[in-house]
């Protein structure tokens, strides 16, 4: 059964980089059929898509966020990698990693499952 | 991008009742690629329908989804208590994946 569980620290100081690592057990990260994705949630709110990696190393982001994320693969380890630059508050939110499948040889997203427990990283000084 | 809005906010019914959640899209969502999540708290989204209507891995059959174009529908035929949770609708017929705001099932 593919888990995946998600790590790194719980409290970042505003116009620092917020970094998290997701690692996936229980299957490989080099499937050529699925995306490793990032989705966060502000608490008591709703969910929003920040982008995703291919085990190649091709990246996806969500233009409201792309000029401040980078994501990375490490195969090696089953891992992939979120940074997130220069964060204030309103990055304050519970971050979850997710696999996706995809439709063919351009880029496309399916329905995010399975999802890890997901973490919360407070932006605060 | 497609905005998603789901409707009610909240929905307060009893035990065995029938729930009827709405998603409404900005624009028409290509191919039917519409997902269902449930979310308790605490927890992770767990996916619930893909494809509109497609039941995931281990999901009662009390759960369906349906629609097409702009306006899709998640029902749950009899509440069971672990069916209180918050729904939220994605598409991914275009990039980027998008998410509604969710509706909240409660217990009346």
């Known amino acids: 059964q593919l888990q995946l569980q998600e790590s790194g620290p719980g409290l970042v100081k505003p116009s620092e980089t917020l970094s998290l690592t997701c690692t996936v057990s229980?299957?490989?990260?080099?499937?050529?059929?699925?995306?490793w994705g990032w989705i966060r949630q502000p608490p008591g709110k709703g969910l929003e898509w920040i982008g995703s990696?291919?085990?190649?190393?091709?990246?996806y982001y969500n233009p409201s966020l792309k000029s401040r994320v980078t994501i990375s693969v490490d195969t090696s380890k089953n891992q992939f990698s979120l940074k997130l630059s220069s964060v204030t508050a309103a990055d304050t939110a519970v971050y979850y990693c997710?696999?996706?499948?995809?439709?063919?040889?351009?880029?496309?997203?399916?329905?995010?499952?399975?999802w890890g427990q997901g973490t919360l990283v407070t932006v605060s000084s | 991008e497609i905005v998603l809005t789901q409707s009610p906010g909240t929905l307060s019914l009893s035990p065995g009742e029938r729930a009827t959640l709405s998603c409404r899209a900005s624009q028409s969502v290509s191919s039917s690629y519409l997902a269902w999540y449930q979310q308790k708290p605490g927890q992770a989204p767990r996916l619930l329908i893909y494809?509109?209507?497609s039941r995931a891995t281990g999901i009662p059959d009390r759960f369906s989804g349906s629609g097409s174009g702009t306006d899709f529908t998640l029902t749950i035929s009899r509440l069971e208590p672990e069916d209180f949770a918050v729904y939220y609708c994605?598409?991914?017929?275009?990039?980027?994946?998008?998410f509604g705001g969710g509706t909240k099932v409660e217990i009346k």
């Open positions: 997710a696999r996706h499948g995809h439709r063919g040889s351009s880029w496309s997203v399916d329905w995010f499952d399975p």
């Open positions: 994605q598409q991914y017929g275009s990039s980027p994946p998008e």
């Open positions: 229980g299957g490989s990260i080099s499937s050529s059929s699925y995306y």
């Open positions: 990696i291919y085990y190649s190393g091709s990246t």
């Open positions: 494809g509109a209507s």
